[in-house]
């Protein structure tokens, strides 16, 4: 059977399975309510996620009992359960940068080693949110590492995007049988026993075949026809294309000594870490690593910016629980799970793992102080884009309104500042015209101005519709510059060149996934956002603006070697390398469907849906 029919059969199977799983409970039809994963009967749940919130203390400090710390908390299941309410408290004017101190993650195999070690230094809570997580062994082992957190007394939460993660096994075997796990008992600030118990909960982001939530979408639909104003019940404002593509990993979030973040492009599969046989080019990413974006007023008040993002989306009412009701998480399951769990951390970090004397190094360098630079960090994020309507819509940067902590605000903000340099790596590159004339203004007020752009080729791209965005979007600029001035302030680049093992040479290229801008060569923006309609104005996105204060910081350095890393993989358009890679026969048939892909794309306005 072919890969792509097996990949429908299984999307249908999980709407079946979801269907039997909304009706294979005896609970109430009724979203209001959303329960903690676990396998405690249903009824009981919500009042152990609220006894836990109440709880909880961090550290025994007197600001660390959740209800204190973070009182509005207990309210956001209600308050957020809705994506338009959630975001109305967005800030109109953007948060203040924070000083703090940071460092770049740009290694694969240290970048899943910095997610077990931030997995092992969580003390109280653990926030993890991916838009690709699979089953694969990147993705065993650091459920190995969360599972003995929980033993340890960590409360994990857990958000996945069904679409993003449809490679993982159907049954979510491995996660239920974290779901299923019981940790030690949560103690007060005294030390005195609670009755509560640290443990997991996993939730789907949006699932396209939550059927049930439909189903109660439709009868409040029908309901609210007749009923008085102030009875009509609240309507969940689906996307059936909206999706988390955050990429969060967060402990301790309410302390302010102990909070720190990874955030980034790499989602979790073994071919984002250069791990095993199949993987030995990996994909070309970033990650970086925040210190102190827990801020305490001094009057118990405690505020984490990437917190409060990720409970816009956590408690959204469309999301799905994964319960313990089609397939069943008995003790035997459970120890099968565990033990794939164990067996991909011993043979990636074990006594003979493959990257076990890079870990010994990390933890005698002392990991979490080495190399970490004082820095001006400002989250920035796009979650006001779930609540778009009109998907097919033509999208331009002007309508970004209501989030002073836009992405796309942000880079505008900074290009605006910028005096000599711009330079942009991103997967996918898609601007208007109303942008390109933005740049060609900057540009034209300084001849010595230049902007660089990386992104994908045919080479490296397998997503052939994506490819012919990107082409026709690169002509376009080509097409505005050519004749100008601007010829020479403008360079453009495609990832890969003609010595690859496709074109008859010897070196392998993979796919370009890191959201990289860089202005004069020192303020940067990382995130999850690429250039393209789905990035700006449909998926949530996180990232940061990030600088590093030091005049020599070696971070700086090394971000700027690696841009000059990927631009020396990479084919300058118009060069005569890039003539010679068009006619090259082995690419003949993939450029042909490309020109054929750009006229049906936007003859058709399909490019807010690539």
């Known amino acids: 059977m072919k890969k792509e029919n097996f990949k429908y059969i299984k999307i249908l199977a999980l709407a079946f399975m979801s269907f039997v799983s909304s009706c294979a409970t005896n609970e109430k039809i009724e979203l209001n309510s959303r329960n903690i994963a676990s396998t405690e009967s249903t009824d009981s749940c919500k009042k152990i996620i609220s006894s ?77 949110t991916y838009f690709l997580f699979d089953d694969s062994t990147s993705a065993k082992l650091l459920m190995h590492e969360i599972r003995l957190a929980v033993k340890r007394g960590v409360k994990v939460r857990i958000m996945l995007d069904p679409v993003g993660s449809i490679s993982r096994d159907m049954l979510d075997r491995d996660l239920k049988s974290l779901i299923a796990l019981r940790g030690r008992e949560i103690t007060d600030a005294a030390g005195n026993p609670t009755g509560e118990f640290a443990g997991v909960e996993v939730v789907e982001f949006n699932p396209a075949m939550n059927i049930k939530a439909h189903i109660v979408n ?49 989602n979790i599969s073994d071919n984002y870490f250069h791990l095993f046989e199949g993987n030995e080019v990996p994909v070309t990413d970033t990650k970086f690593i925040v210190k102190g974006l827990t801020t305490d007023d001094g009057n118990g008040n405690v505020r984490n910016l990437i917190e409060e993002q990720y409970n816009r989306i956590f408690f959204y ?59 001006l960090v400002e989250v920035v994020n796009e979650v006001q884009n779930l609540t778009r309507k009109k998907i097919l819509s033509t999208p331009s940067r002007h309508k970004v309104i209501n989030n002073g902590n836009s992405i ?23 601007i208007s015209d109303e942008e390109i004339e933005t740049f060609i203004k900057w540009l034209s007020e300084n001849p010595n101005r230049k902007v660089r752009i990386v992104t994908n080729s045919i080479i490296t791209n397998d997503l052939l519709p994506a490819q012919a965005l990107i082409e026709t979007s690169y002509k ?89 890393g990927v631009i020396n993989r990479s084919i300058k358009k118009g060069s005569i390398e890039d003539e010679e890679f068009k006619n090259h026969p082995n690419g003949k048939t993939k450029w042909n469907l490309l020109r054929f892909l750009e006229v049906i794309i936007y003859k058709l306005n399909l490019h807010p849906l690539l």
Do not use: C
């Open 476 to 564: 376009k600029l080509f097409e505005r510059i050519k004749g100008t001035q601007f010829e020479k302030q403008i360079e453009m680049y495609n990832f890969g060149k003609s010595d690859h093992v496709d074109f008859g040479g010897d070196v392998k290229y993979d796919f370009l996934h890191a959201k990289i801008f860089m202005f004069d060569g020192r303020q940067m923006i990382l995130s999850t956002s690429n250039i393209d309609p789905i990035s700006r104005h449909i998926n949530s996105e996180v990232g940061a603006g990030l600088r590093f204060l030091d005049e020599d910081s070696k971070n700086t350095e090394k971000m700027k070697a690696f841009i000059e």
């Open 408 to 430: 796309l605000k942000k880079i505008f903000q900074e290009l605006h500042k910028a005096k000599t340099s711009i330079d942009i790596v991103t997967p996918y590159f898609w």
């Open 218 to 266: 439709w009868y409040r639909k029908i309901y609210n026809l007749i009923a008085k104003e102030q009875n009509k019940k609240q309507i969940i404002d689906f996307g059936w294309n909206h999706r988390s593509h955050d990429k969060i990993l967060l402990i301790d979030a309410y302390s302010p000594e102990d909070s720190m973040v990874m955030l980034g492009g790499r």
């Open 52 to 128: 836990l919130i109440n709880k909880e203390r961090v550290n025994g400090k007197k600001y660390a009992e959740l209800g204190e710390l973070y009182p509005k908390r207990k309210k956001l299941e209600e308050a957020y359960s809705s994506i338009s309410d959630s975001v109305k408290d967005i800030k109109l004017h953007p948060d203040l940068p924070v000083k703090t101190s940071a460092k770049l993650v740009m290694d694969p195999h240290e970048g899943i080693l910095a997610k077990v070690l931030l997995i092992r230094k969580a003390k109280k809570t653990i926030d993890m």
């Open 317 to 375: 009412m469309a999301n799905a629980n994964l319960k313990n009701h089609f397939y069943k998480i008995n003790r035997d399951v459970a120890r099968d799970e565990f033990k794939k769990m164990r067996e991909a951390a011993r043979i990636t970090y074990g006594e003979k793992g493959i990257i076990k004397n890079q870990l010994d190094e990390m933890l005698n360098d002392d990991y979490f102080e080495k190399d970490f630079e004082n820095s």
